[in-house]
């Protein structure tokens, strides 16, 4: 598939709860993309470093950052502050609510969750 306008092109992402998938569609062909790993599914972990932002396997396999790594965002979609508080002492990652009671997290990694 070669490049195409932005208008022209659909894309899809199943967000899952441990995987994440993304395909581009061009309204005749399809491609599911590969991560750097050369998958189609990337793991829905997320970790913050000094130096960026690392996704998937990789944001798994960076155990000495635990703390900067996020997991299970999915299934905090939705949820306010309250319906998850009494698990936030389970994760090694801070969760807070926001003004309006919703779920925020570290960095900007709950940014939709917060708008």
């Not at 490049?3 to 599911?32: P, R, W």
């Not at 050369?38 to 944001?59: D, L, P, Y």
Request: hydrophobic residues 40%.
């Amino acid at each position: 598939m070669s490049l195409y306008k932005l208008e022209s092109v659909g894309i899809g992402i199943d967000l899952g709860t441990t995987n994440t998938v993304a395909a581009i569609f061009d309204g005749k062909n399809q491609l599911v993309v590969k991560n750097n790993r050369g998958s189609h599914m990337t793991s829905s972990v997320v970790s913050f470093t000094k130096r960026g932002v690392i996704v998937g396997e990789q944001a798994m396999d960076n155990v000495k950052n635990i703390s900067n790594t996020v997991f299970d965002a999915k299934r905090m979609m939705g949820l306010a502050f309250a319906d998850i508080q009494s698990f936030t002492n389970q994760w090694p990652f801070k969760v807070y609510p926001n003004e309006k009671g919703k779920i925020c997290s570290l960095y900007f990694v709950f940014y939709i969750l917060c708008s």
